[in-house]
T-cell receptor, first 111, second 116 residues
Framework: KNEVEQSPQNLTAQEGEFITINCSYS?????LHWLQQHPGGGIVSLFM???GKKKHGRLIATINIQEKHSSLHITASHPRDSAVYIC?????????????FGTGTLLAVQP | NAGVMQNPRHLVRRRGQEARLRCSPM?????VYWYRQLPEEGLKFMVY????????ESGMPKERFSAEFPKEGPSILRIQQVVRGDSAAYFC??????????????FGPGTRLTVL
């Protein structure tokens, strides 16, 4: 079983829909990241969370440390949001800050 | 302030050749991570380096792979005698571990290695 699980693996939405991507993890963490990767492209860090909720534009990320669960929400989705969204956790207590990644959620937003 | 730079962006090698991947961290960052993304798989940690030091190489294959981050110049990930299974996207990330660091890792655009 992977230490970081994401769901769904694939998601197709119509433009304007509210989207939720979920991430569950089984290890102790010091922080959780949400990353965005466009096909064939680089990786952009969207959020880093250790508690609560963060909002940036149409994106909202929440984390529940007790339940070891995080969600990424996209409001009023747009075709340009189409990308792979990756959840990654930072190993707790590790001096290295290395990240453990989920396998990603491929989002396609259709016009 | 330029972001993390990686070159080349695409690299083609024949089996048995050497591949050298370069990563220049963001200005002021002295910590570099290398991650590998195999086709149809998630990203996996390979190695964590500070200037002139390897801090954690627990994700590096035991043979053929090495990494360095010299005092001057970019970090280098070196793969000797490449095999088809080395074909992947290799990402570098950097961050600052100073007193006011956010610990956010900034990713480069990646190098896509194809082994023929």
């Amino acid at each position: 079983k992977n230490e970081v699980e994401q769901s769904p693996q694939n998601l197709t939405a119509q433009e304007g829909e509210f989207i939720t991507i979920n991430c569950s993890y089984s290890v102790g963490i010091s922080a959780l990241h949400w990353l965005q990767q466009h096909p064939g492209g680089g990786i952009v860090s969207l959020f880093m969370l250790s508690s609560g909720k963060k909002k940036h534009g149409r994106l909202i990320a929440t984390i529940n440390i007790q339940e070891k669960h995080s969600s990424l929400h996209i409001t009023a989705s747009h075709p340009r949001d189409s990308a792979v969204y990756i959840c990654a956790v930072r190993d707790y207590g590790g001096a290295t800050n290395k990240l453990i990644f989920g396998t990603g959620t491929l989002l396609a937003v259709q016009p | 302030n330029a972001g993390v730079m990686q070159n080349p962006r695409h690299l083609v090698r024949r089996r048995g050749q050497e591949a050298r991947l370069r990563c220049s961290p963001m200005k002021g960052h002295s910590h570099v991570y290398w991650y590998r993304q195999l086709p149809e798989e998630g990203l996996k940690f390979m190695v964590y380096l500070q200037k002139e030091n390897i801090i954690d190489e627990s994700g590096m294959p035991k043979e053929r792979f090495s990494a360095e981050f010299p005092k001057e110049g970019p970090s280098i990930l070196r793969i000797q005698q490449v095999v088809r299974g080395d074909s992947a996207a290799y990402f570098c990330a950097s961050h600052d571990r100073g007193l006011f660091s956010t610990d956010t890792q900034y990713f480069g655009p990646g190098t896509r290695l194809t082994v023929l």
